[in-house]
């Protein structure tokens, strides 16, 4: 039997997660806002404590790579590659929006994952749901709501924080708002459980990811990069 620690961090509110194999051991919920680096840890100490649960009982650590949060990426990151090197086990990453997607393991209906990027953007992916399975349609990406619209060509439930904080543009916008359904407040936020399901099923099919190599899924650069440029922008264009 596998154990398998799970850590998500792609928004504010994140969560841990253990199973055994496909059980779900015990998970936290955590409405952490931006304090990730101070309660992370402690919550993993607590639930692995509960659990009656050591280390080195751990199989193997899944965790978020975004795209979300920047800062909350990294601590979530930077834990589980700490833990995985510290114990010796294997590390996967896997992609906030596909981890969302899961949320919806029986749809009939296109899924389309949605978190806001901020900046009047949103962080957005397509998939197909059916027999508790997660296949995609398309990569994570950036778009604005209008390119999102040029991507929305049939039926689909929209998921995610991005789907509530632009509910009313997508009822007005897409295919005539006939045709979308939007998931309820307590099913648009990724779940450590699910993320706990995906690491034992890619250990057990034998994959795993470098721990040296894991790096968070930014797909727009980090604010501080894009300020630093500008202002590099801005001397040249003064020069």
Known sequence: MMKVLAIETSTYSGGIAVSEDDRILGEYYLNMGPSHSERLVPAIDRLLGELEIEGKELGGVAVSLGPGSFTALRVGISTAKGLAYSLGIPVTGASSLEILAMNLPFSPFQVCALTDARKGEL????????????????????????????????ETIFIGEGALLYRDFLEDNVLGGEAIRICPPYLNYPRASSLAFYGFKRFTEGHADEVLGLAPMYIRKPD???????????????N
Do not use: C, N, W, Y
């Open 224 to 238: 501080a990069e894009l300020t630093a440029k500008g202002r590099q922008d801005d001397r040249i264009g003064h």
């Open 123 to 154: 962080f957005a992916a397509l998939f197909r749901t059916a027999a508790g399975g997660v296949s995609r349609i398309s990569e994570d990406a950036i778009l604005s709501p209008a390119g999102l619209m040029e991507i929305i060509k049939e």
